[in-house]
């Protein structure tokens, strides 16, 4: 049990949530209320939580020895803590990218997202990481992949303002990502956080937020307006995730910081609900 439960950390599921981004194009092309599509929707999701999964385990063999040095990893990643061995992390690697493979057999219209988001993950993991700004771009651009994934599922264009407004909340979640890590680690257990200060990485994550915030309100005023009504929530959960950066230390992990404050969870939920609401009632 203590071995199936290890295994299973080593998966991260708790940052499957960050999956829920493939499900952003059914909500706002209308589809949700079409089974197909959200059977679609629902196995490009999985299959993402795969991939991602792939990804998280190739890291973590690869960062061991940096995840040994650091405070909270050396106990929650299992490779470092020596609950799984390495050649229990390989079988684990094939047996995930083996139902990758599958996945995209299934389904042929995300071929080009899934392979693209394994390629990006396996050049973030070795190379990409290292990199100052090329590392927080890769990180956003995981998510842009993930929109795409959704739209090819169930047939739809990603629209521009979907694209720039995911790219800039992306950036800014990477942005107090680095911020977090810069102020609770040792720099030593991430190389690339040597070429980046809080000041510069709040510049960025101001920037993004901002820019996410512009982008979404002229989405929402010029394509979506019966949506208008969300315009404050979108603020609010900005707000709120920033205090819950600055005031409680959260933000190094996005999915720990939404699941730990019921304010944010609640935001986050409510905007969905709202959108689903509005767009089945007031469609076009």
């Known amino acids: 049990m203590k071995r199936l439960s290890a295994l299973l950390a080593l998966l991260r599921p708790r940052q499957w949530i960050k999956n829920g981004f493939v499900l952003a194009p059914l909500v706002f092309s209308g589809k949700f209320h079409e089974p197909a599509c959200i059977v679609a929707a629902v196995g490009a999701t999985l299959l993402f939580c795969l991939a991602s999964s792939a990804s998280y385990v190739v890291n973590d063999m690869l960062d061991i020895e940096q995840d040994k040095r650091h405070p909270r990893k050396a106990l929650s990643r299992p490779l470092a803590a020596g609950t799984v061995s390495v050649h229990s992390a390989l079988a684990l690697l094939v047996v995930l990218y083996a139902a990758v493979a599958l996945g995209i057999y299934l389904k042929p219209a995300m071929l080009l997202t899934i392979l693209g988001y394994v390629a990006l993950n396996l050049a973030y993991s070795f190379v990409l990481k290292h990199q100052p700004l ?142 689903v609401w509005v767009l089945w009632a007031l469609p076009g």
Do not use: H
């Not at 927080?136 to 694209?163: C, E, N, Q, T």
């Not at 979506?224 to 707000?239: A, E, K, N, S």
């Open 134 to 275: 090329l590392d927080i771009f890769s990180i956003a651009l995981g998510f842009v992949l993930r929109i795409y994934a959704g739209a090819a599922a169930i047939d739809v264009p990603v629209s521009s303002w979907m694209f720039i407004t995911t790219l800039m909340l992306a950036l800014y979640l990477a942005a107090v990502k680095r911020r977090q890590e810069l102020k609770q680690g040792d720099p030593a257990t991430r190389k690339v956080l040597e070429n980046y200060s809080v000041a510069l990485v709040d510049r960025y994550a101001e920037m993004s937020a901002t820019g996410a915030l512009v982008f979404y309100s002229l989405f929402v005023m010029s394509v979506r307006p019966q949506l208008m009504i969300t315009v404050p929530l979108v603020l609010f959960g900005l707000f709120r995730y920033w205090y819950v950066v600055e005031k409680r230390d959260g933000g190094e992990s996005p999915t720990d910081a939404l699941l730990t404050d019921w304010q944010l969870l609640v935001t986050v939920l409510l905007w969905v609900a709202v959108c």
